[in-house]
């Protein structure tokens, strides 16, 4: 996604919830934080997000402009309404979080090394380029990224696990040119 995009869901999005707040926990949130992300780290068409004040409003939103909806055939883009337990992060990552305003509304944006922990508790394949993509570019830092995994909450993520997969994820970024 590009940035008038990621500006055009979250218009939609506080039209379609009468919402003015929102917390973006997927991987173009970074649209929002880097003044140039890498290609390969925009090619989601969906930005993940839900009202920050009332997260039971993801479905209107997902409903409304989230995937096969008229909106996503119109534009090639959508929203994909999640809720707070969707993305498992260290737990003081609001303190972290920043801002971005789009008119009158407010992007709440986790810490890109906050939402690469995210990614690594998820573990898919399309997290791993995600992730490694991150390391290569030199946009997070493996130690602060591996300091900040040690933090989760063991109910919702084996931290070794976790740790492992990162490793991985720093070794593939050596061996993969970017």
């Known amino acids: 996604m590009q ?3 990621v500006e055009h869901v979250l218009r939609a999005a506080a039209a379609i919830s009468l919402e003015k707040s929102f917390v973006l926990v997927g991987s173009q949130a970074l649209v929002l934080m880097l003044d140039n992300p890498p290609p390969a780290l925009l090619l989601s068409a969906e930005l ?3 009202p920050a004040m009332h997260p039971e409003k993801a479905d209107l939103i997902d409903g409304a402009i989230g995937a096969l909806s008229t909106f ?6 959508h929203a994909d309404g999640v809720g707070p337990e969707t993305a ?51 946009l997070v830092d493996i130690n602060t990224l591996k300091d900040r995994a040690r933090t989760l909450d063991p109910k919702y993520a084996v931290v070794e696990r976790v740790l492992e997969w990162i490793e991985q994820r720093r070794i593939d970024a050596l061996e993969k040119p970017l």
């Not at 996503?72 to 883009?77: A, K, M, R, S, V």
């Not at 920043?98 to 573990?123: E, F, M, N």
Request: hydrophobic share 40%.
């Open 3 to 5: 940035r008038n995009e």
């Open 48 to 50: 993940d997000l839900y």
């Open 72 to 77: 996503h055939d119109t534009f090639g883009y």
């Open 88 to 138: 498992v992060m260290p737990a003081d990552w609001m303190q972290r979080a920043r801002l971005s305003y789009i008119g009158d509304v407010t992007a709440i944006c986790p810490d890109i090394h906050d939402l690469a922990v995210s990614k690594c508790v998820a573990g898919r394949d399309k997290d791993a380029d995600f992730v490694r993509v991150l390391i290569q570019a030199g």
